[in-house]
Each structure stands twice: as C-alpha cells, then as structure tokens.
C-alpha cells in the first residue's frame, strides 16, 4: 500500500469539510481498529496514518495517574490520560498544535503537572456535557482522521492481585509500582464491572484488522478488553485480530516475561482462538541501548520458539525495531506489518 | 454597509485558507482600529464583525487580575485577560469552541478561577516561545476575522495615585477598589513605562478609523495610551479617531463622572486636538435597569451639553444602547455609528 500524500503539507480540512468529505473518502477504505492507551497505541496509529485507511483508536478508560488522576477527582470527568496521546498521533493540525496538546504545565502552584489537552478534554467535556463529544470537538479542532473511542463511558477503577495474594488499587500503581515489582500479577479487574462503549463494540464488528497493542500489557491494553461486552465482539467479529508484543518488559507489570508470556496473558483474557496473528519483533537492540534500560529495570523481550508451537495464530516475526534511540516499535515497520495483512 | 453573510454559517475557513485569503478579500477595505481590553472592545468588535472591514484589536498588557495576575506571575507572560475577550469577539469558529475560550473552571484546587482561554495563550507562549506567536495561533485555531495586537510587548504594572495622594499598584487594585472609591483618580502611569508594541503602531498608521473605547477608562483603556509612542502615532495618524463614552460610571474609577469628565480625561492623555469625534450615548434607560447597579455603585453617565461647546471634536449623540439586559452598549448600534463615519 502506498502512503497517501503527506497531510501535514496538504492545507487543513475544515471540521465541517472533514465530516462531510469523510465518508466519500473513507468509503471502501478498509477499517483498523488500534486498541490500547499510551505510547505503543500512539506509534501504532503514526505509522497507519499516513496509509488511505480508517482508523479507530478503542482506548483505555482505567488511567487514574498525575494530571487524569486530579482532573477525575476534581471534575469528575472520565480519564483524559490514554484519549490525549490518540488524538495527537491522529492529528492533522499544524504540529505547533498537537505539539500544544501535548504541553506539559512545568511551574504553577495549580497548573503544575497537567498536559493541556487534559485540561483541554476536561473544560470541553464540562461546556459540552459530554466526554465523547469533548472528545469529536477537539478532534475536529486537531484534525484528526478517524475516530477515537473510549473503550467505555463508565467510570472504573483498574485493581490488580499479585502472586502473594496483595491487592493494588488504581491503574498508576500498576503502572508505576508502588509494591514489589519482581511479584508477577495474578489477574486484574475493574470496579464496577463496566459495560463497553457501544461504539467501541460497533468499530469491533466493522473491522477489517483489529490491532491490539502494543503497549503496557496490564495498564493500557487489557483494560481494554476487560469491560463487558469487548471480548465477545472481538470473538465474533469477522476482522483478522493481531496482537503486538511488547519488545521490552516494564517492571511490575511484565517482570521476566518472554513474548510468550506476553502472548498467553492476552489470551488468558481473550480466550484462546480469537487472535489470528501474533507479531513478534525478531531484532535485538544492540546492547548500549539496552544497558540505559537496567534502571528502571525493563528487559529485551526474547522470542522462544517452541513458546508458540501448536498455536492457534499465525506468528509473524519481523524486524520491527526503531533504528536508534528509544527501544521501541518503528510505526513505519509496524504499519507495513499490519497493512500486508489487508 | 451591508453586513457580510454570516460566517458563521459558513463553513469556517481553515487556518491557511484564513492567510491566504487575507490579503486578497481584505483588499481595499477600510481599517479600523479598536482599541481598548474587556467587555467594551468585546462589544465593539462583535459589532463591527459582521460587516466587510478590516479589524485590528489593541489592547491594554496591564491586567494584573484574577487568573491573569497567577499566569503572569507563575509563568512570566503577558496578561492575556484583555486578549482573550478579542479574540473570542473576532472568531469565526463555532461556537462550542469560542464558548470553550471563556471557560472558566470552577472547582480543582488548581484549576479554580483559571478561565480554558489564558491556559490556552500560557500553554501557547510556552511552547512557540512568544506571546505574540501564541495569540497569532490561538487566532488561527478560533479562525479570527482580523488581529488581536497587544499594546506593548514589554512586562508593566499600572498605578494611579488618588487625589489624596495614596498610590495604588496594580490594575486589578483600581479595577475593583480596595481603596475609597468615592476618591477621584488624579493620574496613572505604568511601571516600568513601556514602549508601544511596533505592530500596533503600524496598525494606528495604516488605519481608517480608530475607535478608543467603549471600556472602563483607567483599568482598559487608558493603559493602552500610556505606552511610549501610542500618544504620537495617535495624533500622527491621518485616520479618523473616535472616543466612545462609556454609559455607566464605575466605582473607584469613574465615580461621579458625566461625559464631559470621561472626555477631559481622555484628553489629558491624549492632548487636545487628537480626537475628531466623541460618541456619547442619548438614551436613558428605565430606572428599573439602572437600580440594578446601586449595589455596585454605578450610575448613568448624563450628558450635559455645555461640556462640549467649542470643542475640537465633532460630538455625536446617538441612542447605542442595549435594548435590554446590562447596561451597555448596543453592537449593531454602536457598529452602524461607526461605520457611517468611513
């Protein structure tokens, strides 16, 4: 597939051309659904972007950390924290302006620690009265292309139970650990049991490609499929589902894991049969860049062969390794991966 | 002048569609300048909006007040309290998101007071490095009809001193009186004493018509003329200038003011001769309307005729006030008072 022309250069659609020039655009577009939260979701989406397809992003509804956690507490609102980064990579607006989302307020008794697009999200969702359409204003202010979806419109917290049998309350303790990170997690869930976001289950069976990952295995990604409703639609929707592993461990939530630990925790939740594609980095980082990880304790992911003998997936291995700095994804690599499968 | 169709219904026009057609469709129309900061320039340009010129707003850099004087001082920018209401005046995005740039969020222990429009031109400063870029972007974000010019680029404090010889610091001080507001202001003066932002020179150079006011006289108005280099481009400019009275007196500012005072103290700072018009307003409203403001101890501004006799401006006295509701003036009045003088 040949990527589109560059959007960035092309002059900004209007939010009222963009609406009404999307379905003429999109039509016949085969529809990806990126499911997940933070980073790994949004290199995901930068690299799809720039190819003549619908894009979905279905995003985590548990983050309760830093900016989120005061924006919840003080306007009740649902977590801005995993909505911020999707709507940035979706972004056709000047960079100045989805850099500007990005913003992080650094001085300021109050201001201190909030990104603007969480304040943005939290005045737009009380002028408005609603999240989701909070979240259609300032995708149409950002220009985005395709859609971002919140994984459910019920308030949640995300809870997780480790190998000892101790209880963690709230998804940045997970995803920052606060307790023994060398404990592997047992099982998460969220409190209440929430339902899925009816769009969210809709984008599912219009699907032509569901991509799950990559991203922080118990805060970002399974959040997402633990709310009511989402593991049956992934069941029964006609779309090819692929997982993508994580290349390195994040302490606390996948201490020592290998890529089949990774996979068999998807499918713990998912069930097994669901996934029709796991996709695997097979490039090491070279060591340098490896070593800057051993302080926050994270690990290369290895990939053992016979972790995925017999499996019900196909398992496609790929050099899908950023070239240099961060050890992550290359959205370019990955979007190749993910479109040959189209 | 007929109004132009109303861009609202239009489908906004994107940020570079906004420049590129500038120059073209501004050609030929006749400049005007609005200068002043609040609710006054707000009115004035909402007004004169709807009609084919070209709008310049130049407002007062001395607010020091509220969610202002906590940007300034914890992020060392420029007030953007007067910027704001302009450029919600001279938008032409939709509604929900002009709306969003006057929110105020009203719980979060940080967040309080905080209106979404000066994090707006905070997080944008920050981040283009230039609170002249932050407002071009904001413009370009809002789709503004025209440009917002702060009056100086350069940081500065406002005192007045009252007749009995107290010094006052700060706009937000003489803006809501802490002191005796029955004591008349003898004079003001900002610290350090600024120069006159080069662009809003240019602005008054190139201008038609440039219109002082309406606005509260020494907290919005008054400040912009203070600036070194206003005072000489104002009386260089072969536009026609205009001084609007405000309608009402304000407490601690105004007290006891008629016309012929507001005018006076214009024209001390002004010189004589600078002025070619004074719009004084004719119509009374109901004592019903009036009472409303005993509280905060404002009364109607009478006209008294013989404060005027061998002026060197032409008076105009006109009916340009609010049907109903507050006190204040009429837009498409005061814009058709204004437009019959080009």
């Not at 990104?115 to 149409?140: D, R």
């Not at 920052?176 to 060398?182: A, D, E, I, L, T």
């Amino acid at each position: 597939m040949k990527p589109k022309s560059k959007t960035r250069n092309n002059p900004p659609a209007t939010a009222k051309h963009e609406r009404a020039g999307h379905a003429y655009r999109q039509a016949g577009r085969k529809r990806i659904v990126v499911m997940g939260g933070g980073t790994g979701t949004y290199t995901a989406l930068t690299g799809l972007k720039k190819y003549p397809v619908h894009l979905t992003a279905i995003v985590s509804m548990a983050d309760n950390g830093g900016s989120t956690k005061i924006l919840r507490e003080e306007f009740g609102i649902l977590p801005p924290g995993s909505v911020r980064p999707a709507i940035v990579a979706l972004s056709n607006a000047e960079q100045a302006l989805s850099d500007l989302f990005n913003f992080r307020f650094e001085n300021g008794t109050g201001l201190n620690g909030h990104n603007f697009g969480n304040l943005f999200l939290t005045a737009l969702t009380k002028q408005l009265g609603s999240f989701e359409k909070a979240i259609e204003a300032a995708g149409n202010v950002l220009h985005i292309k395709g859609e971002v979806i919140p994984s459910t419109l019920q308030d949640c917290h995300l809870f997780a139970e480790l190998e000892n049998g101790t209880v963690i309350e709230g998804e940045t303790n997970i995803d920052v650990p606060r307790h023994n990170g060398n404990l592997k997690i047992r099982t998460i869930w969220t409190k209440p049991n929430v339902k899925a976001n009816p769009k969210a289950l809709r984008a599912i069976k219009e699907a032509d490609l569901i991509v799950i990952g990559p991203g922080d295995l118990y805060s970002s990604i399974l959040p997402n499929i633990l709310v009511k409703g989402m593991k049956e639609a992934l069941k029964t929707s006609n779309a090819k589902k692929i997982y993508i592993c994580n290349i390195m461990t994040k302490f606390g939530e996948t201490t020592g894991f290998d890529s089949g630990d990774f996979v068999s925790t998807i499918e713990k939740y998912l069930d097994k049969g669901v996934l029709d594609y796991v996709l695997l980095n097979t490039r090491k980082p070279l060591a340098s860049r490896i070593t800057k990880y051993e302080k926050e304790k994270a690990a290369f992911v290895e990939l053992h062969e016979e972790d995925f003998r017999g499996s019900p997936f196909k398992v496609i291995k790929k050099d899908v390794l950023r070239k240099q700095g961060l050890i992550r994804h290359d959205p370019e690599k990955l979007a190749q991966a993910l479109l040959s499968l189209l």
